[in-house]
């Protein structure tokens, strides 16, 4: 497995022999890096195919590839992130281990809130206005706009409970 990753990193890059620590590492950083701009250019292409599709009143196959695409980078991502560990971090000082928490418990629920509103305007103002449907005016944007916010924070929520997992407090028994 590991020789077929070297040929096809080899054809890929266009270098013919081996590479010494130095050149794997900074190999390893531009990749990494490169995914990471590919990964967020193709879900860019993926809304803009999306709302394309939604003025269209239609689904097309693009949409749906670039949608496996990300769907298939995250979770490959995640499932080697898992398992190695690396997302991991370990505290020995309670002060920094609650801090780290409290950071937690911040980021999580602005998130949370951020995600409802942009599906609220999204869903109730956007997206009606691509597909040339007239705007709800009446008391159905307000329990719309509640349903959001109410699945923003259960969102935020959930985040708050990935993130507290990788937050690992280790006692010195000295």
Known sequence: MKNWKNKLMQNYLGYPGKRDEYQKSKINEILANDSMLSYYLIVV?????????????TITVGTMLLF?????????????????????????????????????????????????????????????????????????VLFKAGIWLLAGLVFGFCMYFMMKNKIKFIKDDE
């Open 45 to 57: 292409l993926m809304l803009i195919s999306f709302i394309w599709d939604i003025m269209h009143q």
């Open 68 to 140: 496996v695409a990300v769907y298939f980078n995250s979770a490959y991502l995640t499932f080697k992130l898992k398992k190695y560990r690396v997302l991991e971090t370990e505290f020995t000082n309670k002060e920094k281990y609650k801090a780290a928490l409290k950071n937690a418990k911040y980021r999580s629920f602005w998130s949370g809130i951020f995600l409802g509103f942009t599906m609220l305007v999204l869903n109730c103002y956007i997206f009606p206005l691509l597909s040339n449907e007239a705007l709800e005016t009446s008391w159905r």
